[in-house]
């Protein structure tokens, strides 16, 4: 039928049967014209249908979109003409055939339909549609074939259709300009982001992110530089879908929870026996023992959570990408396996020299096709899957930070702030790996078939002796890596015990100094890392075997088939076709095979993750029923009939509370510890369990909580809380909370940066801060949880003044105040008295004292211990201690912010000590003093910008690493080993090549004997050293792995010693300005990157690079001329990877550096949950919360673009390769053999995933080098004075204990002030010194001095006649002790903590703890000495810490005491124990109490009086008190009139 239709022959095979061969005319106008015009008219009402429905608004008209349609115009008159043309010709006779009438006509119509798509698409994000692209192809590369015909008939001299083929001609000039300009992008004004205006074209082969690489490569990278992400993966979107879909799944989960927990119950009801309800009777022991039982049910009934719901839903949310990336991974599988086949055409074809040469062209072109549609499948294939990856990880991220903030009480009991930040960012990241392999199931399976199907066709049932060794090697592999699996996870111990010891010596670093401890806790550390480095060998020694196998199988099953082929069958003749297309197929089956386990391993992890994550996210929300909001309410809060509980397990812990409380009223709540007052205030903001009744609020809450919670961000910005900036509300707010003179001293005033969990503030600053955020808030109730317990009693009052009192900035709000100030209780306008959970009492002061109940009861006991002025001393360690109870454990904070601190505190006593002078003995207002103060602080504000900046900023390097640092690893591996572990890579690469060219020898064999007449001999001959080829490439990499392994557990070794060597010789200046997390982190990362990844990289590196080069090396040797296309290939190659490493390390950079902050946030929010709750700011935060990821995910995408484009580029270089091999196969046939050409392509196939894989590992050093760089760092830290020099002082030294200061002057850093400045006095043998001055006076510094943990900037100080500058610090500071002033200890043995050098007897330590009082606590222990402490001594009380500490010091027996009096909580009777023993035991010494109290000094010899660093008044306590200085005015203060008065 065709043939009439267009009057010539359709088809007929002898016209492929000649070397000139060519298509029937006829065949090449209907088939190959009708091909892309049926795929545009099938497909363009679906795409018009979809632009109509997602339309947005229609961009401007561009040259770019006129070019085109200009061009189609152009195409529309052609088609025109070729028809006009057609019927003048047509003279009536029906001689022209209606082809020629059908096919102008029907391009007439095409041509109009693309005018109107491409007009369409100006409604369009992305101009240019992916389908119009792909008909452009269709047109150009079915048009070739007519073009060539018509171009050899006019060649030939038939001329006869002139003008049709001058038409065709420019047509197809047009098809293929039009094509190029279709590749081009057009931008959109709407959108800056070009990933969604790249045209398809840029878009399959990612060269749109061509500019970003660019800019990249220029200068490094910023996050403005990274475009924003589309709409539809912004969280909010992704969230808004998956809530959808998650609402419906959990609730079907639900209910099917419901039924099992039915069904179960029905199945207990049978088995319960009766009469089992006595337990009331029985004592209490049993209702212990039903407790635990309890306990453990409720531990079994946790599992009834909705299960099997999350998969389901993440399924429903993201099908559609999944769906695509099934498809594209479906078309690279099957085209992967027409490899082979290719290859197997090709070698035939070298063998048989009749074919036509054009065949062989043809197979090299459809060889480059086949790789390029492989590559553009992949890669979009893995962009796909990690698009999946990220959507689904931030999708989780963000419904766990949901989830949190709306979590009940019950269910955040079961995590720690920890394990949620865990669930957010380990579980994440697990479904994120899955969702990237989760192909790989179905793909793995698909691959493995085929590849032993094909398999089974060249060689038959021999193959299953090849696929049986593959097989077989799985379980080893598989018994090895649990192995190994067991051993990481033992180390993983090891490490996280080494850390903690770390984190230990880190935060009490000072003690390590004081005590010259460090030798021992440095054998500690060393101790454990030996252990973790022999794991580390042992682990290397497992990877070596697994590496080994994983080599020796590709070999060992080649070797065994062949054999078995060989051997089975006289007749079976491995010929190259065999040989080579089997060698392809084994290379595709090593892959799945290999990946399997390790999916099945990624998924049953991602299986507990889900678990986890299901078990989180169906958790019961907050049930706020309970509390009502009634706007039109008589009373602000009504609590009626209310119970509350923390926990449905227990009672109540508020019990039928009836409370009505006034708008406008002031409620102070009071009682014992553990009354139930922060109950009663949660109970309030809804935080807790309703049992019954319910409480009715009118208005917004705002709340001061008794722990104060700060974010990391400004004081400002702490304090506005997101509220708009009213300046002159702002300025009121901060005076009233007393927090003008802090921002005076702090550098920068209120836009200084507090660190994560308000570090450098001390804890009056936050609650003060806390306090100014609700006030500043302008809420109708406020609910104040003891804001004042942190403050100094002057500041207390001048707070409740200005704030909370009847004239207070909130007089007209209603105020429930907690509070243990019995002297404000008098200004308030009611009591509520709580004991248990229930109202004991309420009403006015005044009354309640009438009735002399339980809160007139309350009152005396306070007063019992208040001083003469009538302020209870239960205030008074209070800030100023706080501050300086800040100092040892200020992680952070470098001396001078907290001196600065306290220099506020004192100059704010000292102003008020001065005016108390002048004015006759009134107290001024503090904002009067605050005035007086003004004229000083002008001087301190401009010193103290050199000391603003507070913690050095992390250097984070840009650009390359130096080559130093290369060297720098590779030294502390050691040449020798790296020599020789270059040569066996070497050696394996040689074998290698051997081992195919053996092969080609062999396969050639089957031409010489034809198969019948076949010598064993020769067989085996041939057998036998393929084999042994095999075995020596086997053996050369398990030396060097081994080798490899022991050389990078001996760099670790060396790097971490020095590291730790250094950083414990560091200075104490060096810790207080590096945070404790940076220093840990060099031993917990960048250890752990130097010990497991980089030496993994460099293997792989190594085996990469050998591998490319062996091979570039066979294909050279077949044919020379293709060293001329490797040159110009590896410009292009070096020139790929250099762009790619630049911007993908600052992405991954920037990665890391947006990560953190989301994590930090997750873990600020939930800590401060209660207060985000109460003040309703849950959707800022969620938004706050989006924004964060939204960013983090915009750094991942493009870094997986980078990916992608490097990954597109490299398989185009790897692609070409194997085309040009293919090419001069076919161009040189005539020198070559089939088992050449074999051998050189199949080995060219494999070259692009190792080109690929070589640019990873070249980036990943270079990222994993970085840690060796930032090690390095450290172990160059300058180091503090020796710890024993030459000069030793005289055996017995210090014997007398006399102390004598030279002018002696001191600062904390060169940049700063003098804190000591120029001190001169003389301390007698056995004397006994009190220090005293205000807070900041330099009282700290002087011990400091002493034991030179700050050197001397002038001046000396003389220890029984040796100047202590002049000997080793350990010299010195084993010979004094100190009882500092915060107990610090360390996690280990009691034993250990008093004596970790094993000095003393046990004997001496029983005297020591009967003398510290604590023989009878140790000896009722279980363990005794050997009793653990816990990290930090949380398991012992603050009394107990400071007793082991007094304990210490009386093991050390040395003849100098200095004592940094301890301000932490220790209740008075052990105060008066430790002093009762300094004074018996240490009689014989010569003492030094720094004192914060003055009672305790009041006893002294003599007492030396500081301010501002210079002693100002030094006498006996008698002379003090009677001349009117300072002294006599701070024991004024604090209520001394006399020696005799200091009871307590």
């Not at 792995?1041 to 950083?1063: G, K, R």
């Not at 390095?1272 to 204990?1297: F, L």
């Not at 034991?1347 to 084993?1374: K, W």
């Not at 046990?1402 to 003398?1411: G, N, R, S, T, V």
Request: net charge positive; charged share 20%.
């Amino acid at each position: 039928m065709l043939e009439k239709f267009c009057n010539s022959t359709f088809w007929n095979s002898s016209f492929l049967d000649s070397p000139e061969a060519d298509l029937p005319l006829c065949f090449e106008q209907t088939v190959l014209v009708w091909i892309p015009l049926g795929f545009l008219w099938l497909l363009a009402p679906w795409q018009l249908l979809h632009v109509y429905r997602s339309k947005i608004k229609r961009s401007s008209i561009t040259k770019l979109y006129l070019a085109k349609q200009v061009l189609v115009g152009f195409l529309l008159i052609l088609a025109a003409i070729e028809l006009v043309l057609v019927l003048t010709e047509d003279s009536g006779q029906a001689t022209v055939p209606a082809i020629r009438y059908t096919n102008p006509s029907l391009y007439l119509g095409t041509w109009l339909l693309v005018l109107l798509l491409q007009h369409s698409r100006r409604w369009c994000m992305q101009k240019d549609s992916w389908f119009l692209s792909v008909f452009w192809i269709l047109s150009v590369v079915c048009g070739v074939f007519q073009f060539q015909t018509l171009i050899r008939m006019l060649l030939n001299g038939n001329n006869s259709n002139l003008a049709y083929s001058c038409l065709f001609f420019i047509c197809y000039a047009l098809h293929v300009l039009i094509l190029i300009l279709s590749a081009f992008s057009e931008k959109d004004d709407s959108s800056n982001n070009p990933s969604l205006t790249a045209s398809f074209l840029s878009s399959i082969t990612f060269s749109w992110y061509d500019s970003t690489v660019l800019k990249g490569y220029k200068q490094p990278l910023t996050l403005e530089d990274v475009w924003d992400i589309d709409e539809k993966i912004k969280t909010k979107t992704l969230i808004s879908k998956f809530e959808k879909h998650m609402a419906g799944e959990l609730q079907k989960a639900r209910k099917a929870v419901q039924r099992r927990q039915r069904a179960r119950a029905q199945g207990e009801s049978r088995d319960r026996l009766p009469g089992l309800n006595k337990n009331q009777s029985q004592s209490r022991d049993i209702l212990v023992l039903e407790e635990v039982k309890k306990k453990k049910k409720k531990s079994g009934t946790t599992k009834n959570y909705p299960k099997a719901w999350l998969v389901k839903t993440l399924f429903k949310t993201f099908y559609v990408i999944f769906l695509k990336a099934f498809v594209l991974k479906l078309v690279h599988d099957l085209f992967m396996f027409l490899n082979p086949q290719l290859l197997k055409l090709i070698i035939s074809f070298a063998n048989n020299r009749d074919t036509y040469v054009w065949t062989g062209y043809l197979y090299s072109v459809l060889f480059f096709v086949v790789a390029l549609i492989q590559s553009l499948c992949l890669q979009n294939y893995f962009l796909l899957c990690f698009i999946l990856g990220v959507n689904v990880r931030s999708t989780i991220m963000a419904s766990v930070y949901k989830k949190a903030l709306t979590l009940s009480n019950q269910g955040r009991k079961q995590y720690t702030i920890g394990e949620t930040v865990n669930l957010m960012s380990v579980d994440a990241q697990k479904l994120m790996d899955v969702t990237i392999f989760i192909h790989l199931l179905w793909s793995n399976v698909l691959q493995i078939t085929l590849s032993i199907y094909f398999l089974w066709a060249e060689l038959g049932p021999s193959v299953l002796a090849g696929v049986g060794v593959m097989v077989l090697l799985i379980p080893i592999n598989g018994i090895l890596a649990t192995k190994s699996r067991a051993i990481q996870v033992k180390n993983m111990k090891n490490k996280d015990e080494r850390l903690k010891t770390m984190n230990e010596i880190l935060s009490g670093i000072k003690i390590l100094k004081y005590f010259a401890w460090e030798p021992s806790f440095k054998k500690q550390v060393h101790e454990l890392r030996k252990k973790e480095l022999k794991n580390l060998l042992t682990l290397g020694q497992m990877q070596s075997l697994m590496m080994f196998l994983l080599y020796l199988t590709p070999v060992l099953v080649s070797v065994i088939t062949f054999s078995v082929y060989t051997l089975v069958n006289s007749n079976n003749i491995l010929d190259a076709e065999k040989a080579f297309t089997s060698i392809t197929l084994f290379n595709i089956l090593r892959f799945p095979l290999g990946m399997l386990p390790m999916v099945i391993s990624s998924m049953l992890q991602a299986s507990v993750s889900t678990e986890r994550l299901e078990k989180y996210l169906g958790g019961d929300d907050l049930d706020t029923s309970a509390i009502r909001r009634d706007h039109n309410f008589d009373k602000a809060v009504q609590f009626s009939e209310a119970s509350f509980t923390w926990d449905r397990e227990m009672e109540a812990t508020i019990r039928d509370v009836n409370l009505d409380i006034m708008p406008g009223q002031l409620v102070a709540v009071v009682g014992t510890v553990g009354s139930g007052k922060s109950s009663l205030m949660s109970a309030m903001l809804g935080e807790m369990e309703n049992v019954h009744g319910h409480i009715t609020i009118k208005g917004t809450i705002a709340y001061v909580p008794q722990q104060s919670w700060i974010q990391n961000g400004t004081i400002k910005d702490n304090i506005l809380f997101g509220s708009e900036l009213d300046e002159k509300r702002y300025q009121q707010v901060l005076e009233a909370c007393a927090l003008l003179p802090d921002l005076k001293v702090l550098p920068g005033g209120d836009l200084v940066e507090i660190g994560e969990k308000g570090i450098n503030l001390s804890g009056g600053q936050k609650q003060r801060i806390s306090l100014a955020r609700a006030t500043y808030q302008n809420s109708d109730i406020y609910v104040l949880d003891d804001p004042l317990s942190a403050v100094d009693a002057h500041v207390g009052k001048h707070i409740f003044n200005k704030v909370l009192g009847p004239n207070g900035l909130l007089k007209d709000k209603t105020r429930l105040l907690i509070t243990h100030s019995i002297h404000f209780l008098p200004q308030v306008d009611e009591i509520v008295v709580l004991g248990n959970g229930t109202i004991l009492e309420k009403g006015p002061y005044s009354t309640l004292l009438a009735n002399k109940g339980v809160f007139a009861k309350i009152l005396k006991t306070f007063t019992k211990q208040t001083g003469p002025e009538g302020e209870a001393t239960v205030n008074e360690d209070s800030e100023e201690e706080d501050d300086h109870g800040l100092m040892p454990s200020m992680e952070e904070i470098p001396e001078e912010v907290a001196s600065l601190t306290m220099k506020r505190e004192n100059s704010l006593h000292r102003t008020l000590s001065r005016s108390s002078r002048s004015s006759s003995r009134h107290r001024k207002s503090l904002k009067n003093s605050l005035k007086t103060q003004n004229v000083n602080t002008l001087k301190e504000e401009e010193e103290l910008v050199k000391g603003q900046k507070l913690i050095k900023k992390e250097s984070v390097q840009t650009g390359k690493v130096k080559l130093a640092i290369y060297l720098k690893y590779l030294q502390a591996m050691g040449w020798c080993l790296i020599f020789f572990i270059i040569g066996a890579y070497v050696t394996n690469s040689v074998a290698y090549i051997g081992s195919n060219l053996w092969l080609s020898a062999w396969t050639n064999d089957s031409k010489t004997y034809n198969g019948t007449n076949y010598p064993a001999s020769q067989r085996d001959l041939r057998v036998g050293v393929y084999g042994a080829l095999g075995v020596a490439q086997g053996v050369s990499v398990l030396l060097a792995n081994l080798c490899s392994a022991y050389a990078s557990t001996h760099a670790s070794s060396i790097l971490h010693q020095q590291l730790l060597n250094n950083i414990l010789q560091a200075p104490m200046s060096f810790f207080d300005t590096t945070p404790t997390g940076r220093i840990v982190n060099r031993f917990a990362g960048d250890i752990s990157m130097v010990d497991d990844t980089l030496p993994m990289s460099l293997r792989s590196w190594i085996l990469c690079f050998l591998g490319i080069i062996s091979t570039l090396v066979m294909i050279c040797t077949a044919t020379p001329i293709f060293v001329i296309v490797i040159i110009p290939l590896g410009i292009i190659y070096t020139s790929v990877q250099m762009f790619y490493v630049a911007t993908s390390r600052q992405l991954k950079r920037l990665d890391s550096v947006t990560r953190s902050p989301i994590y930090s946030h997750f873990s600020e929010t939930v800590s401060g949950l209660s207060i985000i709750r109460a003040f309703e700011h849950q959707q800022r935060f969620l938004k706050h919360n989006e924004v964060g990821i939204d960013t983090n995910q915009k750094c991942v995408f493009s870094w997986i673009v980078s990916n992608r484009w490097l990954a597109i580029r490299l398989e185009l270089v790897g692609n070409l390769i194997v085309f040009f091999a293919s090419l001069m196969m076919v161009i040189y046939r005539a020198t070559l053999s089939g088992d050449t050409v074999g051998f050189v392509l199949s080995n060219a196939l494999n070259i692009t995933q190792t080109l690929n894989w070589l640019v990873r590992m070249t980036s990943e050093i270079e990222t994993n080098i970085v840690a060796v760089e930032r090690i390095n760092e450290y172990i160059k830290v300058e180091n503090e004075a020796p710890w024993v020099t030459d000069k030793r002082p005289p055996p017995g030294w210090p014997s007398k204990g006399e102390i004598r200061f030279n002018n002696y002057q001191v600062r904390y850093r060169p940049e700063l002030d003098l804190v000591l400045n120029g001190i001169t006095c003389d301390i007698r043998s056995t004397e006994k010194i009190g220090v005293v001055g205000r807070t900041g006076a330099g009282k700290s510094s002087l011990t400091n001095a002493l034991f030179r943990i700050l050197e001397a900037a002038g001046g000396q100080i003389i220890i029984d006649g040796v100047n202590i500058a002049s000997i080793g610090l350990h010299d010195l500071r084993e010979k004094l002790t100190i009882i500092p002033q915060d107990p610090i200890l360390f996690s280990g043995s009691l034993r250990m903590n008093l004596d970790p050098f094993n000095n003393h007897s046990d004997e001496e330590i029983w005297k020591a703890l009967e003398l510290a009082h604590l023989k009878s606590f140790v000896a009722g222990l279980q363990l005794g000495l050997s009793h653990q402490v816990t990290e930090a001594g949380d398991n012992l009380s603050i009394g107990q810490r400071q007793l082991l500490c007094l304990a210490r010091a009386l093991l050390r027996k040395s003849k100098i005491l200095i004592m940094d009096e301890a301000t932490a909580a220790v209740d008075i009777e052990t105060d008066h124990l430790i002093q009762m023993t300094i004074q018996k035991e240490f009689s014989h010494c010569t003492t030094i109490t720094i004192a914060h109290r003055l009672h305790t000094v009041m006893d002294s010899d003599r007492i030396m009086v500081l301010d501002k660093g210079k002693i100002v008044e030094y006498g006996t306590p008698d002379e003090l008190l009677t001349n009117s200085g300072p002294f006599y005015l701070m024991a004024k203060e604090a209520g001394i009139e006399n020696v005799n008065s200091t009871s307590f």
